[in-house]
């Protein structure tokens, strides 16, 4: 699958807009749409309409529609046929809907208060993924379950969450580069993570670092052993201390980027 048209704009906000051949399902903005309140009949229809004007029936956006989840009319109409999602801009933090989307490939779920509590269910499929400037406030045990849930991840994007520091939000070079080689670490096929590539040579130094006897250094014993680490959540500050004690001051590691 070829998505060197999503990953041009580096992933930035806003650069989830529709463009030809999308879906556009358009909310009345007088109408919260949630499980309470149904989907409108002629948004059904105008959809269906854009499928036979040659669309692509397999891109849906629901972007910018004021909603607290994703409707159910609108799941059971086209979750067999989806194979790109547009979520962004919205209110959503129940993502559970999402396992009826058998065929996922791409969701795009940017500036919606989605937290490290807020779980994927199993999207085996998915190869992309965006959150940026949502509210994930640590890696554990988020990190940990995104693997379980979409193991396949080649393109993610975590801008803007406190989780991923960068300096969008006070954080320095070296607490960027622990979190990026963290995060490689787990997902063996990710080739992008938020603006940059993945290496060769980033992939073999976070593998030599975040290897298991590693984090059994980390943790004490006890606290639980590496169980405890990922299943419990952890500030990324408290973290990175301990991996900085381990390492002997931040002068003595070649990080690369």
């Known amino acids: ?5 999503i990953t041009e ?3 930035e906000p806003g650069t989830s807009k529709n463009d030809d051949g999308v879906i556009s399902v358009d909310v009345s903005s007088e109408v919260l749409v949630d499980s309470i309140t149904e989907v409108p009949p002629d948004l059904i229809m105008n959809t269906d309409g854009n499928v036979e004007n040659g669309e692509d029936p397999t891109r849906l956006t629901l972007a910018y529609e004021r909603l607290y989840e994703i409707p159910r009319t609108i799941v059971e109409r086209f979750s067999d046929h989806v194979w790109h999602l547009d ?6 933090t129940n993502l559970d809907p999402l396992v009826h989307f058998k065929h996922l490939t791409s969701l795009i779920a940017d500036d919606n208060p989605i937290t490290e509590n807020c779980v994927l269910p199993p999207l085996p499929k998915l190869q992309l993924l965006w959150v940026n400037y949502c509210k994930i406030g640590s890696l554990y045990p988020w990190v940990a379950k995104l693997k379980e ?10 801008m803007g969450n406190p989780a991923a520091p960068s300096y969008l939000n006070g954080g320095n070079f070296y607490d960027y580069l622990q979190y990026r080689l963290f995060v490689i670490s787990q997902f063996p096929s990710l080739n992008h993570l938020d603006d940059r590539k993945v290496t060769e040579d980033q992939r ?10 590693f984090f059994e250094r980390i ?21 990175q201390s301990k991996i900085t004690s381990l390492w002997g001051g931040k002068e003595e590691r070649n990080l690369l980027i």
């Open 9 to 11: 704009h580096s992933c």
């Open 149 to 158: 849930s979409c193991p396949n991840l080649q393109y993610l994007c975590l």
């Open 1 to 5: 699958m070829d998505f060197s048209e």
């Open 87 to 92: 979520i962004s801009h919205n209110k959503i």
């Open 219 to 239: 943790v004490k014993p006890s606290s639980g052993g590496i169980a405890q680490l990922i299943h419990t959540p952890v500030k990324w500050s408290s973290f």
């Open 204 to 213: 073999a130094e976070a593998q030599r670092l975040y290897k298991r006897p």
